[in-house]
């Protein structure tokens, strides 16, 4: 491990997220406002394979803030996973003479580099940038809020629609593993319910549900469903089951897919962008390494790269109670 940080290279890996532009910028310019050279990264781990980096300065990153996605592009390196692969980016390392390593990604990109770092000794240090927030050891991730507010806006014309025809709407959204995207948009566009993998509902506590609320007065219904959700095999299942049983209802899916990556990132990512971009930097340059930077009680901190891999967060379970109140 070099005892002074010279050059840092930046990288953005796996699923892309709004933010990642803006987390970009401030790891160049707190580098040139140090007075440290910063190399760019290109298509994450692949770039540091196939040598794909270039110099960047404080104007390199100009004009970025407010670009969702990541103009260094990202890439998933099935090679990276491999001693060779690595080795091989760990020559391209010592060609370019970089100290230290800003790897801007989820737990993939953190398993890499926590695997790189105790190979080679080379300080890294992660910066959470996925939109499902399922990432220990900080309460936001960048991404999640912009995807919050493209799905609420999404959901909001589809009840337009929805009341308009006195359809029922199951509407997916991206949560394989972590119910917190589909939660919290959920309960932000009023859906009627919501299915998330950390509770499985059931397809006849559904039903009931749904039943309930046509005898309430409803005509219309939003159903939010996270692609993990285990109440069906998939949201057609799930959507099918109901058309049989309450065939007063009229039901359509509709699936959101990668629109909610994209996007301009909203101005809560653009800030939690810059801040954990300029501690990565000066967290470097004070000797850490191995860790990640994360948000708690609004305050910029660190935290192990294994625990913020094993250590998932947590959904929140009175947000639940909270969405079950309100859906009466």
Not at 36 to 56: H, K, V
Request: one cysteine or more; hydrophobic letters at 40%; charged letters at 25%.
């Amino acid at each position: 491990m070099p005892s002074k940080i010279n050059k840092i290279g930046v990288l953005t890996s796996g699923g892309d997220s709004p933010g990642m532009n803006a987390a970009v910028r401030a790891v160049v310019r707190t580098c040139a406002y140090h007075k440290l050279e910063c190399m760019g990264i290109y298509q994450g781990y692949q770039g540091l394979i196939d040598n794909n980096l270039t110099p960047m300065n404080a104007r390199s990153v100009k004009d970025i803030i407010n670009k969702g996605g990541t103009f260094l592009k990202s890439a998933r390196c099935l090679e990276f996973r491999t001693p060779e692969g690595r080795k091989s980016a760990f020559e391209n390392v010592k060609k370019n003479d970089i100290d230290a390593l800003v790897i801007i990604g989820g737990d993939g990109s953190f398993t890499g580099a926590m695997i790189f770092q105790k190979e080679f000794s080379i300080p890294v240090i992660g910066i959470p940038g996925t939109i499902d927030n399922d990432i220990g050891g900080t309460r936001f991730t960048l991404g999640y809020d912009t995807a919050l507010n493209t799905i609420t806006d999404a959901i909001d014309k589809i009840r337009d629609t929805a009341s308009s025809h006195n359809r029922l709407f199951f509407v997916e959204v991206m949560g394989r593993d972590a119910g917190h995207v589909a939660l919290n948009a959920g309960v932000g566009a009023g859906a009627e319910e919501i299915l998330i993998p950390e509770e499985d509902m059931g397809l006849e506590r559904l039903l009931e549900s749904l039943k309930r609320s046509e005898k309430s007065g409803k005509t219309s219904s939003i159903v939010v469903v996270a692609e993990g959700d285990k109440t069906g095999e998939n949201v057609f299942e799930i959507a099918s089951y109901v058309e049989q049983n309450l065939p007063y209802y009229e039901v359509r899916v509709s699936v959101m897919g990668h629109m909610q990556r994209g996007g301009a990132p909203t101005c809560f990512d653009r800030v939690l962008a810059s801040r954990m971009g300029v501690f990565a930097v000066e967290s470097l340059m004070r000797g850490k390494s191995n860790v990640m930077v994360g948000i708690n009680d609004d305050q910029i901190t660190l935290c192990p790269l294994e625990k913020a891999i094993k250590g998932k967060s947590k959904i929140d379970e009175d947000l639940i109670r909270v969405s079950d109140i309100l859906s009466i």
